[in-house]
C-alpha cells in the first residue's frame, strides 16, 4: 500500500474507462480542474475521456508541516468524461471497489456540496463523497466554465489522494502516509512544506508579485488579441498564482481583491468565449 | 385502480426533496381533478434517492351521457311524421338510425336529436400525459443538466417507474422510458427489482434495504439512538434540523456510537458540536449541559458489525478536534482588541466598506440606542462589545466554522477575562437568527444586535439593491425580522423613524440613493415584516391592518395595538363601536380641520353630554396611550359610544347654520384623534360588511 500504488491503481481503472492519462500540468495551479486538460475539453462539444495526477497549490493552507493534513500543496486525481455516462455513479463506486475497499464493510455516501471557482467562471452540481466520514472525492456535474454553459454536460470527479490514502493505510497523518515502499511522504514533501510556508506567509515579494501580477495579466491581454488562446490561458493561470500568493501574504485589502478576482475572471471569459467561438485555431 | 411513480435519481438535497414532494402532491392531484379522474387516496414518500407517489385512481373518467341536437322538430319531420332529409342527413352523418332519433325540448323550441353515452378515457391514458408533463414542471432553487439531456432536474433522474393496475404506464422523459422496476440500496443491493403493485414494492425495497417512509426512518433512529442513550443517561445536544437532515439522506439508518478523547472535552460545547455537525454531521451526546466522551452518527448500512465506520468516523473526528483544539489555543495567543485592526481587510460590502468601517458606525448606534432605550445604561460596556464583536471573523475557529461567528466571539471575550457584559452580547449578536431563535438575553447583546441588523439593512438599501421575492442576498429580511422580534421581546420603545435617521446620518455621504427614499423604503420593508410576523402568530389580517395602519414608529406599541384589538375583539361592545368609529370616519372624510371645539356653542344636551364625556375619557386614555396599555386604552374608549350613538340620533351634524355645523365637526375630529392613536378602525371587517372589500 502506498500513494503510487494507489495513482497506477487508478489510472489502470480509468484508462480502462478509456480515458486518456494525461501528465501533470507543469504550471502552479490551485485544482486540476483548472489545467487546459479540462478547462478547454469542457467548453467544446466534442466527447472527452482524460485522467491525471494534478499537484495543487493553495498557498494560504500551508501549515510550516505542522497540521497532519492541511498543506499547501497537495495532489489530486483529476477525471473528466464528456458526456456524464448514466451510470457513472456506479462506475466511480467500481472504483473504489477496484482500491480493495470492501463497500459492504463501509458507509459511502453523496453529501450535497455544489462546486464553484469565481476566478475560471465555473460551477457545478454535485456531492463530496464520504466514506466513514471521510471526504475522499468531490463529484461534480460541470454546469459553466469561463463562465459559458457546457454541454454536453461533463462529470468531473476529483480524488484527494492523500486522503484517500489516510483511509486506506488508517493513518492519522499526512506525513505518515508512504509515497512508495521505500519513500514516505515526510520525506518527500515535508521540507517543502516548511519552506513554502515561508515563503507563502512571510517572505514572498508583494511588489515583485504585483508586478508579476500586471506583466503575466498584461501578456494574456495582447495573446487574446492574437488569438493565442492557449498560452494566454497559461498567463490567467499565473495571474491567478500571483494573487493566490498576495492573498496569503495578507497584502489585498478588501476592495482590490473583488477587483483582482473579477480581472481573472475577465481575461478566462474571453479566452473561453473565443474558444468556443471556434478562434485561435489553425 | 392502484397507481404507483417512482423517480429514481442521484441524492438529492433534502430541501429539494421536501418541496419536490409537495409540489408532486399538488400538481399530481390538479391534474388528475382537471381530467375528471376521481382521487381515492394519493400519498407521497422519498428518499434522497427517490421521489414516491402511490394514489387509489377510479379506471378513468367517469362515462357521462351527452345529448346531440340536430336540425328543429318542423324542419326534420312531415307533417306526415316521416323524416324529411334534413333528418335523414343528419342521421347518417352521426352514424345513427333515424328511427332512434328523439325529440329534445330546448328554450328555444323542439329539435330532434339523440343521447349517447361518452365513455370517457382510461385513467393510464391520462397519466401517460400528464406524469411527464408535471415532472418537466417542478422546480428547484438551483437546477442542473447531465450527460447530453437538456432537461432539468434538481439531480440527475435515473430511472422512472410507473405503474397503473400493474401495468407500465408508457411514457418517455427526456429519452428515459419508464418500466416496471427500480433499484435497492446502491451499495448493498443494487440490482434491479421488478414489481407490480405498492406492496410488492415496499416489500421489494425493504428487503433490499431501502425504507421509502421518512417517518418510519425517523422513528426507527430515534429507537436506536434511544437504545443507546439510556443506558448512558444522556441526551442529544439538541440539533432537529440535522436529524431531518439525516433521516432524508440515507435509505437503511444505522445508528452508531464512538467515543471522543478525554483532552478535547474541555473545549467549549458549542465548538465541539459544530465540529461533529459540519463535515461528518455527528452528534454531539450531553448529560444536563456538558458534553460526555460519545457521538453518535449514523451510517446508510444494515450494521457496522467489523466497527469499520465507527473507527473511521473517530479518526476524522480527532483529527478535527485535533485541528478545533489548536485554534482555540493558538488564537487565544492574541487578543480580541489586538485583532481589530485585521478587520480592514475583511469585505463587509464592496459599497459599504470593510468590517473595520461596520464596527466604526455600530458603535455610534449602539451609544444611540443606549441613550433611547431604557434597556441597556452600562453604555461603557455596549460600546466595547461593538468595538470587538466583529473581531472573531479573523480568527482561525471562525474561518474553520463560520457558523460560529459571534459564539465564538463571546467564548474567547469570556476567555480573555473581559467584562461578562461584553461577552455575553458579542456571544449573542446575532441572534436571533430566525423566527425560532431565541431573541439575545442581555441588554448589551440587545442593542448590538439590533444595530448590526439595521446597520446592514439600512446600508444595503442605501445602495440600491432590492430584495425581491426569490432574491435577498443580504438576508435583509431574516434581519428585519430579527429586529423586530426583537422589539417585541425585549419590549423595546423608541421611535423607529428617529433610528433609522440615525442610521443614516452615521453612514455619511456613503450612500448614494436619496435619504426620502432610503427611509420610505426601509418603513415599508419593516412594516412587512412586522405583518408577517402578526400573521404567523395568528392574528386577523384586519386587525394587524387596522393597528399598523396608523403607523410602526414603535414598533413594540403597534404590535400592543393588535394585541389590544385581539383581545377585544370578542366583547360584546366591540362591533358596534367599529360601526361607530366608522361612522365618524365616513362623516369626517373630506371635511377641512375645524379648530377646536367651543363648549358655548354646544347646543343640545346631547352633545354637551358627548363633550363631556369625551373630555373625561381623553383625561384618563392620554397616559395610557403614552404608555402603550391600548387594551386598557381601549377598553375605556369603548365608553363613547352609546353617547356617540345619542349625539348622531338626535343631533344635526351638518346643521344650516355654520357656526354649529363647524363646531360639531371640530368635537367629532378631537374624538377622531384620539381613535387614530389606537387604530384605524375603518381596516376592520364585522359582520355584515362583505369581508375582504377592504384589504
Same mark, same amino acid.
Given at each position: ?15 480502462d474507462?478509456?480515458?486518456?492519462l ?5 504550471l ?10 479540462t ?7 466534442r466527447?472527452?475521456?482524460v ?8 498557498p ?8 497532519p ?10 477525471v473528466i468524461?464528456?458526456p ?9 463506486i ?19 456540496d455544489?462546486?464553484e ?5 465555473a ?13 475522499i ?28 490514502e ?5 493513518k492519522?497523518s499526512?506525513?505518515d ?25 512571510n ?9 508579476w501580477?500586471?506583466?503575466?495579466e498584461?501578456?494574456?491581454e495582447?495573446?487574446i ?8 490561458y497559461d ?37 473561453a ?9 489553425s | ?29 390538479r ?21 414516491v407517489?402511490?394514489a387509489d385512481?377510479?379506471?378513468g373518467?367517469e362515462a357521462?351521457?351527452e ?7 318542423a ?9 324529411t332529409?334534413?333528418a ?13 332519433l ?16 361518452e ?12 406524469v411527464p ?10 437546477? =442542473? /443538466?447531465? !450527460?447530453?439531456?437538456? @432537461?432539468?432536474?434538481? $439531480?440527475?433522474i ?5 405503474? &397503473? +393496475? ?14 416496471d ?6 451499495i ?14 415496499k ?24 437504545n ?10 439538541p ?10 439522506d ?25 465540529? =461533529? /455537525?459540519? !463535515?461528518?454531521?455527528? @452528534?454531539?451526546?450531553? $448529560? ?7 457521538? &453518535? +452518527? ?7 458489525a ?11 473526528l ?5 485541528d ?18 485585521a ?31 431604557e ?12 468595538e470587538?464583536?466583529?473581531t ?5 475557529m ?7 461567528q ?9 476567555a ?17 437568527v430566525?423566527?425560532?431563535?431565541e431573541s ?27 430584495t ?22 425585549r ?15 452615521v ?21 412587512n ?16 391592518n ?5 403607523g410602526?414608529?414603535?414598533i413594540?406599541?403597534s404590535f ?16 358596534p ?8 370616519n365616513n362623516?369626517l372624510?373630506?371635511q377641512?380641520a ?13 352633545e354637551r353630554?358627548?363633550f ?6 381623553k ?15 381601549q377598553?375605556i ?6 353617547c ?10 351638518m346643521?344650516?347654520?355654520?357656526k354649529?355645523r ?9 374624538i ?5 392613536q ?6 376592520v371587517?364585522?359582520e355584515g ?7
Amino acid at each position: 500500500m502506498s500513494l503510487q500504488n494507489l495513482i497506477m491503481n487508478l489510472q489502470r481503472y480509468w484508462a480502462d474507462q478509456g480515458c486518456y492519462l494525461a501528465p501533470s500540468y507543469d504550471l502552479e495551479v490551485g485544482a486540476g480542474t483548472m489545467t487546459p486538460d479540462t478547462f478547454f475539453r469542457v467548453l467544446d462539444k466534442r466527447a472527452w475521456k482524460v485522467a491525471y495526477v494534478q499537484p495543487s497549490r493553495r498557498p494560504t493552507d500551508g501549515r510550516y508541516g505542522e497540521n497532519p493534513h492541511r498543506v499547501q500543496k497537495h495532489h489530486q486525481f483529476q477525471v473528466i468524461i464528456k458526456p456524464a455516462p448514466a451510470d457513472i455513479q456506479k462506475i466511480y463506486i467500481d472504483s473504489l471497489t477496484a482500491l480493495g475497499i470492501n463497500l459492504e464493510d463501509h458507509d459511502l455516501r453523496f453529501d450535497e456540496d455544489d462546486w464553484e471557482s469565481p476566478t475560471i467562471g465555473a460551477w457545478g452540481v454535485g456531492w463530496q463523497v464520504m466514506l466513514d466520514g471521510l471526504e475522499i472525492t468531490q463529484f461534480t456535474y460541470f454546469q459553466q466554465a469561463g463562465g459559458l454553459e457546457v454541454f454536453p454536460t461533463p462529470i468531473e470527479i476529483t480524488y484527494g489522494l492523500e486522503r484517500l490514502e489516510m483511509f486506506l493505510e488508517e493513518k492519522d497523518s499526512f506525513y505518515d502516509l508512504k509515497w512508495s515502499e521505500d519513500v514516505s511522504y515526510r520525506e518527500l514533501r515535508f521540507e517543502e512544506e516548511r519552506q513554502f510556508s515561508d515563503y507563502n506567509f512571510n517572505q514572498a515579494t508583494v511588489r515583485s508579485l504585483r508586478e508579476w501580477f500586471s506583466l503575466a495579466e498584461k501578456e494574456a491581454e495582447q495573446l487574446i488579441a492574437k488569438n493565442l488562446l492557449l498560452p494566454a490561458y497559461d498567463m490567467c493561470l499565473k495571474c491567478s498564482h500571483f494573487f493566490n500568493l498576495l492573498d496569503s501574504r495578507g497584502a489585498i485589502s478588501v476592495t482590490e481583491r473583488v477587483k483582482m478576482i473579477a480581472q481573472i475572471r475577465a481575461l478566462v471569459n474571453q479566452v473561453a468565449l473565443k474558444y468556443a467561438g471556434g478562434e485561435g485555431k489553425s | 385502480m392502484e397507481f404507483l411513480l417512482e423517480i429514481n435519481v442521484e441524492e438529492m438535497p433534502s430541501s429539494h426533496v421536501k418541496t419536490a414532494l409537495s409540489d408532486l402532491k399538488e400538481k399530481l392531484t390538479r391534474e388528475l381533478e382537471a381530467a375528471k379522474i376521481p382521487i381515492r387516496d394519493l400519498r407521497v414518500y422519498s428518499t434522497c434517492r427517490r421521489l414516491v407517489v402511490f394514489a387509489d385512481l377510479a379506471e378513468g373518467q367517469e362515462a357521462r351521457e351527452e345529448t346531440v341536437t340536430g336540425p328543429p322538430k318542423a324542419v326534420a319531420f312531415a307533417a306526415d311524421g316521416t323524416p324529411t332529409p334534413a333528418a335523414l342527413g343528419f342521421a347518417r352523418s352521426r352514424g345513427i338510425d333515424v328511427g332512434k332519433l328523439e325529440i329534445i325540448r330546448t328554450e328555444k323550441g323542439e329539435y330532434v336529436g339523440f343521447k349517447k353515452i361518452e365513455k370517457g378515457k382510461g385513467a393510464g391514458e391520462i397519466l401517460a400525459k400528464v406524469v411527464p408533463e408535471v415532472i418537466g414542471s417542478l422546480s428547484f432553487p438551483k437546477m =442542473m /443538466r447531465w !450527460g447530453e439531456g437538456q @432537461f432539468r432536474f434538481s $439531480r440527475p433522474i435515473r430511472s422512472l417507474l410507473c405503474l &397503473l +393496475g400493474g401495468t407500465v404506464v408508457p411514457f418517455e422523459l427526456d429519452g428515459l422510458a419508464s418500466s416496471d422496476t427500480t433499484t435497492g440500496h446502491k451499495i448493498r443491493s443494487p440490482q434491479k427489482i421488478t414489481v407490480k403493485s405498492f406492496q410488492e414494492y415496499k416489500d421489494a425495497l425493504k428487503d433490499n434495504m431501502v425504507i421509502i417512509d421518512a417517518d418510519e426512518r425517523k422513528k426507527n433512529i430515534l429507537a436506536q439512538i434511544d437504545n443507546l442513550l439510556t443506558p448512558l443517561k444522556a441526551q442529544l445536544y439538541p440539533d432537529p434540523g440535522l436529524l431531518e437532515k439525516l433521516a432524508n439522506d440515507v435509505e437503511c439508518p444505522f445508528v452508531f456510537m464512538g467515543s471522543i478523547p478525554e483532552q478535547y472535552l474541555s473545549l467549549p460545547l458549542e465548538i465541539l458540536s459544530t465540529a =461533529m /455537525r459540519e !463535515g461528518q454531521k455527528l @452528534f454531539s451526546v450531553v $448529560r444536563g449541559k456538558k458534553q460526555i466522551p460519545y457521538f &453518535l +452518527g449514523l451510517a446508510d448500512a444494515p450494521s457496522d458489525a467489523k466497527g469499520f465506520i465507527q473507527k473511521g468516523n473517530e479518526r476524522v473526528l480527532r483529527a478535527r478536534l485535533e485541528d478545533a483544539k489548536f485554534f482555540w489555543e493558538h488564537d487565544l495567543k492574541k487578543s480580541l482588541k489586538k485583532r481589530a485592526p485585521a478587520l480592514k481587510h475583511v469585505l463587509f460590502q464592496e459599497k459599504l466598506g470593510s468590517y473595520d468601517d461596520k464596527t466604526q458606525r455600530l458603535k455610534k448606534i449602539v451609544a444611540y440606542l443606549c441613550h433611547k432605550g431604557e434597556d441597556c445604561r452600562d453604555e461603557k460596556d455596549a460600546i466595547m462589545a461593538a468595538e470587538l464583536c466583529k473581531t472573531d471573523l479573523v480568527t482561525d475557529m471562525v474561518r474553520e466554522f463560520p457558523s460560529l461567528q459571534g459564539k465564538v466571539g463571546g467564548l474567547y471575550a469570556k476567555a480573555e477575562g473581559l467584562p461578562a457584559a461584553v461577552s455575553q452580547a458579542i456571544y449573542e449578536h446575532y441572534q436571533p437568527v430566525s423566527l425560532e431563535d431565541e431573541s439575545p438575553s442581555s441588554p448589551g447583546g440587545t442593542v448590538l444586535s439590533v444595530a448590526d441588523k439595521l446597520d446592514s439593512i439600512v446600508g444595503v438599501v442605501g445602495i440600491g439593491i432590492q430584495t425581491t421575492g426569490s432574491s435577498d442576498p443580504f438576508g435583509l429580511r431574516r434581519n428585519a425580522q430579527g429586529v423586530c422580534k426583537i422589539i417585541l421581546d425585549r419590549k423595546l420603545n423608541f421611535s423607529f423613524q428617529r433610528l433609522l435617521e440615525k442610521v443614516l446620518t452615521v453612514y455619511g455621504d456613503k450612500l448614494k440613493r436619496p435619504k426620502k427614499e432610503i427611509l420610505d423604503y426601509c418603513r415599508e420593508f419593516f412594516l412587512n415584516r412586522l405583518r408577517y410576523i402578526c400573521e404567523r402568530r395568528g392574528y386577523r389580517y384586519d386587525l394587524i391592518n387596522a393597528a399598523l395602519g396608523v403607523g410602526i414608529d414603535n414598533i413594540h406599541y403597534s404590535f400592543m395595538r393588535v394585541k389590544a384589538l385581539d383581545a377585544l375583539k370578542a366583547s360584546p361592545q366591540f362591533e358596534p363601536f367599529i360601526l361607530m368609529a366608522k361612522r365618524v370616519n365616513n362623516i369626517l372624510s373630506g371635511q377641512p380641520a375645524c379648530g377646536a371645539v367651543n363648549a358655548d356653542l354646544l347646543t343640545e344636551k346631547q352633545e354637551r353630554d358627548l363633550f363631556s364625556t369625551f373630555s373625561i375619557i381623553k383625561e384618563n386614555v392620554i397616559p395610557m396611550i403614552a404608555k402603550g396599555d391600548f387594551s386598557q386604552a381601549q377598553t375605556i374608549v369603548f365608553r363613547l359610544q352609546p353617547c356617540l350613538n345619542d349625539f348622531f340620533d338626535h343631533v344635526l351634524v351638518m346643521a344650516e347654520e355654520n357656526k354649529l355645523r363647524k363646531n360639531r365637526l371640530a368635537l367629532l375630529q378631537a374624538i377622531s384623534k384620539i381613535l387614530t392613536q389606537m387604530a384605524d378602525y375603518s381596516q376592520v371587517v364585522v359582520e355584515g360588511e362583505k369581508p375582504g372589500a377592504k384589504k
